[in-house]
């Protein structure tokens, strides 16, 4: 049963054949979603920045007084 030593090595078969291993990848997919999401929240914070500060500096009837 040579199947089962195949398991967990991947890094050492990476390592062994100038490859990114199959747990690096994940991690690395992982970050890089994790980035992209934060990225959308940072859009959404700003757009939601921008649009308050338009409607404050819009003012109204008692800000003319």
Not at 31 to 59: F, I, K, L, M, T
Request: glycine share 10%; net charge positive.
């Amino acid at each position: 049963m040579a199947f089962f030593g195949l398991i967990g090595n991947d890094q050492k078969l990476a390592q062994q054949y100038g490859g990114e291993s199959a747990s690096d990848k994940a991690a690395r997919k992982r970050r890089e979603s994790h980035h992209r999401n934060a990225r959308a929240a940072d859009q959404q914070g700003q757009a939601w920045e921008a649009s308050e500060r338009a409607r404050q500096d819009r003012g109204g009837w008692w800000r003319t007084r």
